[in-house]
T-cell receptor
Framework: AQSVTQLGSHVSVSEGALVLLRCNYS??????LFWYVQYPNQGLQLLLK??????LVKGINGFEAEFKKSETSFHLTKPSAHMSDAAEYFC????????FGTGTRLQVFP | NAGVTQTPKFRVLKTGQSMTLLCAQD?????MYWYRQDPGMGLRLIHY???????AKGEVPDGYNVSRLKKQNFLLGLESAAPSQTSVYFC????????????FGDGTRLSIL
């Protein structure tokens, strides 16, 4: 059965620092992987998706993620955090349904 | 450019009351989903629909019913609300296909007293 594990329910960084949010997946078939962002009192918005075309995927707001099959990982990064990046981030894997991780709340300090 | 619209946005119910949450999408999407979001648990799929007139159970379907009489609408019903159903409910839609992202509404915050 497919699943997603997000390591760290909370991550704190200083403004301008590197953002790294970790996601590992388990899937018996080639996965389709997604990162979504949720701002307070809003629904989820798509950040980026991996669909096997390229292992390094660029998304909105300067985020990118790299698919590593050998590590079953799809970590999300951003070189320089901005205050507006504070939100909750969800990794998800799709095989026959979309399965979400439990989320990582990102705090950005000035 | 509405996308996915959920009504109501907030609701407080008493145990045993019933209510219906409405989801409407204007993107002509085939697939629609209802999720619940609880702290520390991510989003869990309640029910979904792969087209008008079809519904299927997700991960946590007990205590909920759904209907998809029109392609653009997906209704979630609670026949007899219980405190364990206090949650934030999200509707989503997609064209279908494994690589298609889901588009989400802004959620309905439901409290059962």
């Amino acid at each position: 059965a497919q699943s997603v594990t997000q390591l760290g329910s909370h991550v704190s960084v200083s403004e301008g620092a590197l953002v790294l949010l970790r996601c590992n997946y388990s899937s018996s078939v080639p996965p389709y992987l997604f990162w979504y962002v949720q701002y307070p009192n809003q629904g989820l918005q798509l950040l980026l998706k991996y669909t096997s075309a390229a292992t390094l995927v660029k998304g909105i707001n300067g985020f990118e993620a790299e698919f590593k099959k050998s590590e079953t990982s799809f970590h999300l990064t951003k070189p320089s955090a901005h205050m507006s990046d504070a939100a909750e981030y969800f990794c998800a894997v799709f095989t026959d349904k979309l399965i979400f991780g439990t989320g990582t709340r990102l705090q950005v300090f000035p | 450019n509405a996308g996915v619209t959920q009504t109501p946005k907030f609701r407080v119910l008493k145990t045993g009351q019933s209510m219906t949450l409405l989801c409407a999408q204007d993107m002509n999407h085939e697939y629609m989903y209802w999720y619940r979001q609880d702290p520390g648990m991510g989003l869990r799929l309640i029910h979904y629909s792969v087209g008008e007139g079809t519904t299927a159970k997700g991960e946590v379907p007990d205590g909920y019913n759904v209907s998809r009489l029109k392609k653009q609408n997906f209704l979630l019903g609670l026949e007899s609300a219980a405190p364990s159903q206090t949650s934030v409910y999200f509707c989503a839609s997609t064209r279908g296909g494994r690589n298609q992202p889901q588009h989400f509404g802004d959620g309905t915050r439901l409290s059962i007293l």
